[in-house]
T-cell receptor, first 120, second 114 residues
Framework: GAVVSQHPSWVICKSGTSVKIECRSL??????MFWYRQFPKQSLMLMAT?????????EQGVEKDKFLINHASLTLSTLTVTSAHPEDSSFYIC????????????????FGPGTRLTVL | AQSVTQLGSHVSVSEGALVLLRCNYS??????LFWYVQYPNQGLQLLLK??????LVKGINGFEAEFKKSETSFHLTKPSAHMSDAAEYFC????????????FGAGTRLAVHP
């Protein structure tokens, strides 16, 4: 089936530093990728939608200058948390979807395993 | 706008008992509906989805769900719970077209005891 990977799986950083999280679709072309944030024991909150080669669309309340998203190719999107602070500590999950022409079921999002970010 | 309500943040069943996880949705257009399962510190795995056609949808691991438009519901069931079913379950709604953006419910944590 369709596989989405994330790297790193966990990261610990100091307050004020920037952290980059990668999301890759391993066996299909992801025309659209999504970034979610999940606090402990809570649901997933969509942060932004990114399409290859264009600027990401951020959800209301998400700081675009803090959470930089780049979708440079059809298999890679990155989320950079800039000047991270303890309140940014969370579980970040990406997902990817393809167009119907890829044969991967265009209604379905395929989720990565998540990245746990801890900011000290 | 779309929204999802999952009734019951925690459900506990005995092994072998029926599992029923409730989901109601709100959508101004016919939605796509999904159930996902999440194990600790992992991403989401799709259990089943409803897009069009048959309203009773069968998924993986013996789960099924029925789309009831009149009740705006998409409840998840499994006839006999296994210990391995213990996890967090999320119902989600999507509007056809566009970028298939998903709106998730708050989740239901299923506990299975011997």
């Amino acid at each position: 089936g369709a596989v989405v990977s994330q790297h790193p799986s966990w990261v610990i950083c100091k307050s004020g530093t920037s952290v980059k999280i990668e999301c890759r679709s391993l066996d299909f072309q992801a025309t659209t990728m999504f970034w979610y944030r999940q606090f402990p024991k809570q649901s997933l909150m969509l942060m932004a939608t990114s399409n290859e080669g264009s600027k990401a669309t951020y959800e209301q309340g998400v700081e675009k200058d803090k959470f930089l998203i780049n979708h440079a190719s059809l298999t890679l999107s990155t989320l950079t948390v800039t000047s991270a602070h303890p309140e940014d500590s969370s579980f970040y999950i990406c997902s990817a979807t393809s167009s119907g022409t890829s044969g991967r079921g265009y209604n379905e999002q395929f989720f990565g395993p998540g990245t746990r970010l801890t900011v000290l | 706008a779309q929204s999802v309500t999952q009734l019951g943040s925690h459900v506990s069943v005995s092994e072998g008992a029926l599992v029923l996880l409730r989901c109601n949705y709100s959508s101004s257009v016919p939605p796509y509906l999904f159930w996902y399962v999440q194990y600790p510190n992992q991403g989401l795995q799709l259990l089943l989805k409803y897009t069009t056609g048959a309203t009773l949808v069968k998924g993986i691991n013996g789960f099924e769900a029925e789309f009831k438009k009149s009740e705006t519901s998409f409840h998840l069931t499994k006839p006999s719970a296994h210990m391995s079913d213990a996890a967090e379950y999320f119902c989600a709604v999507s509007v056809p077209g566009g970028y298939n953006k998903l709106i998730f419910g708050a989740g239901t944590r299923l506990a299975v005891h011997p």
